[in-house]
């Protein structure tokens, strides 16, 4: 792990990751709110890729918790049956849209208390859902984050909610909406678990991790 970076260091970082990408986005497909909440509880152990392509024809046909209680749980487990999983994600799919159709009047609620309520959402699909959707600064702490922050140092913990506490403790406030999909973006395409691309790495200068594949 290494040490948590200072203040102008990470200010530096995140100024080039806005210069590189002024509003990053999301990989997952969505078209609502209500979309938004099923493909990150769909992407649990699975790929983006592989969510949207499970969800581009479910969406078509289920994208309010109304057509989805319709389509019913073997309707759902048909579209998405190529992912990991699915038979327990889609029983969580019907009994959160039940949920939002009786509690909630079908919308998608705004908090983070009850939306971890709801079966197969945890506190990362919340915290995606809230900064995607209602543009709250919440961070959505995944394997990528995890990792690069004791890489870097940016955000260094010892599990997921220390390296949340220290990205809303340490990143300057004007980052904090998009700081995530900063972190999750590098994390999937240039500093990588195994192989990290260093050599294109743009905070190369800034990074105490030392290249292994030199």
């Given at each position: 792990?290494?040490?948590?970076l200072?203040y102008?260091?990470?200010?530096?970082?995140?100024t080039?990751?806005q210069?590189?990408?002024?509003?990053p986005k999301?990989e997952?497909?969505?078209?609502?709110?209500?979309?938004?909440?099923?493909?990150?509880a769909?992407?649990?152990?699975?790929?983006?890729?592989?969510?949207?392509?499970?969800?581009?024809?479910?969406?078509?046909?289920?994208?309010?918790?109304?057509?989805m209680l319709?389509?019913g749980e073997?309707?759902v487990i048909e579209?998405i049956k190529?992912i990991?999983?699915?038979?327990n994600?889609a029983?969580?799919?019907?009994k959160?849209s039940q949920?939002l159709?009786d509690?909630y009047g079908?919308?998608?609620p705004?908090?983070?208390a009850a939306?971890?309520s709801?079966?197969?959402?945890?506190?990362?699909?919340?915290?995606?859902?809230l900064?995607?959707?209602?543009h709250?600064p919440?961070?959505?702490?995944?394997?990528h984050?995890?990792?690069?922050?004791?890489?870097?140092g940016?955000?260094?913990?010892?599990?997921v909610?220390?390296v949340e506490?220290a990205?809303?403790?340490?990143?300057?406030?004007?980052?904090q909406?998009?700081?995530?999909?900063?972190?999750?973006?590098?994390?999937?395409y240039?500093?990588?678990?195994?192989k990290?691309?260093c050599?294109?790495?743009?905070?190369?200068?800034?990074c105490p991790f030392?290249?292994?594949?030199?």
């Amino acid at each position: 792990m290494a040490k948590q970076l200072d203040y102008a260091t990470i200010n530096e970082i995140f100024t080039r990751f806005q210069a590189s990408e002024p509003e990053p986005k999301g990989e997952l497909n969505h078209t609502n709110a209500y979309t938004l909440v099923v493909a990150v509880a769909l992407s649990a152990q699975s790929t983006d890729v592989g969510v949207n392509k499970a969800t581009e024809k479910l969406f078509q046909i289920a994208d309010t918790p109304q057509k989805m209680l319709a389509l019913g749980e073997e309707g759902v487990i048909e579209h998405i049956k190529t992912i990991g999983l699915y038979r327990n994600k889609a029983k969580n799919v019907i009994k959160l849209s039940q949920i939002l159709v009786d509690q909630y009047g079908g919308e998608v609620p705004s908090s983070r208390a009850a939306l971890v309520s709801l079966p197969g959402v945890g506190r990362k699909t919340a915290n995606v859902v809230l900064n995607m959707w209602w543009h709250h600064p919440s961070q959505a702490v995944d394997t990528h984050i995890f990792r690069i922050g004791n890489r870097t140092g940016i955000c260094p913990g010892k599990d997921v909610d220390a390296v949340e506490r220290a990205i809303e403790d340490h990143i300057p406030v004007a980052f904090q909406h998009h700081a995530h999909h900063w972190l999750i973006l590098h994390g999937r395409y240039v500093c990588k678990a195994r192989k990290p691309i260093c050599g294109n790495c743009l905070i190369r200068d800034l990074c105490p991790f030392e290249d292994k594949n030199l």
